[in-house]
């Protein structure tokens, strides 16, 4: 089984300032690991995944998340966030091909001006 | 490509009640996920399906709980007796086999009064 841990339930912060979120994972087996965002009342929506390859990981919106195997983590940084990156955050991984995924509860990042 | 979609996006119900969600997913994916999420959590693994199969089922699905996906395109969630522990937000998603990343829908937010 797997589970995720997101080590912040709450990350306040200033417009253009840097954010990192950090998410911990634990699994037996091999895994994929996900970032999803959700704003208010939608659903979720990809921003990165790791499968295999490089540990550094681009993805939307200048989002960058960095695997590291033996910490088992994956943290996701933006150097310079905006309003608009105001929303929840979930971190998630699935066993390979293992088909469902679980998700942390989440870290709410709000960007004050 | 209309994305994932979920009817209706919300419904309120009386303890006692049955109720039915309809997910349509992205029409070239033949996986499908249910999840369930609460406030202040990250989704909840229900159930998924390869094309028709019914492949697993969460251990916290109970009796009341049942999903189909009968000509593996569209799927159906049903609750019987709902009761207020079920008021959440059902999400459903949808991915290639063997390919992890998921889109998710809307969500059907659930209130049993």
């Known amino acids: 089984a797997q589970s995720v841990t997101q080590l912040d339930s709450q990350v306040p912060v200033f417009e253009e300032a840097p954010v990192e979120l950090r998410c911990n994972y634990s699994?037996?087996?091999?895994?994929?690991l996900f970032w999803y965002v959700q704003y208010p009342n939608q659903g979720l929506q990809l921003l990165l995944k790791?499968?295999?390859?490089?540990?550094l990981v681009k993805g939307i919106n200048g989002f960058e998340a960095e695997f590291n195997k033996s910490q088992t983590s994956f943290h996701l940084r933006k150097p310079s966030v905006h309003i608009s990156d105001t929303a929840e955050y979930f971190c998630?991984?699935?066993?390979?091909?293992?088909?469902?995924?679980?998700f942390g509860d989440g870290t709410t990042l709000t960007v004050k001006p | 490509d209309t994305g994932v979609s979920q009817n209706p996006r919300h419904k309120i119900t009386k303890r006692g009640q049955n109720v039915t969600f309809r997910c349509d997913p992205i029409?070239?994916?033949?996986?499908l996920y249910w999840y369930r999420q609460t406030l202040g959590q990250g989704p909840e693994f229900l159930t998924y399906?390869?094309?028709?199969?019914?492949?697993?089922k969460s251990r916290l699905l109970s009796d009341r709980f049942s999903a189909e996906r009968p000509k593996g395109s569209f799927s159906t969630l049903e609750i019987q007796r709902t009761e207020q522990g079920d008021s959440a937000m059902y999400l459903c998603?949808?991915?290639?086999?063997?390919?992890?990343?998921?889109?998710f829908g809307p969500g059907t937010r659930l209130t049993v009064t």
């Open positions: 399906f390869q094309n028709e199969a019914q492949l697993e």
């Open positions: 998630a991984v699935s066993a390979n091909n293992a088909g469902k995924s679980t």
């Open positions: 790791y499968l295999s390859g490089s540990t």
């Open positions: 998603a949808s991915s290639f086999a063997r390919v992890e990343e998921q889109y």
């Open positions: 029409s070239e994916h033949n996986r």
């Open positions: 699994s037996s087996v091999s895994v994929y």
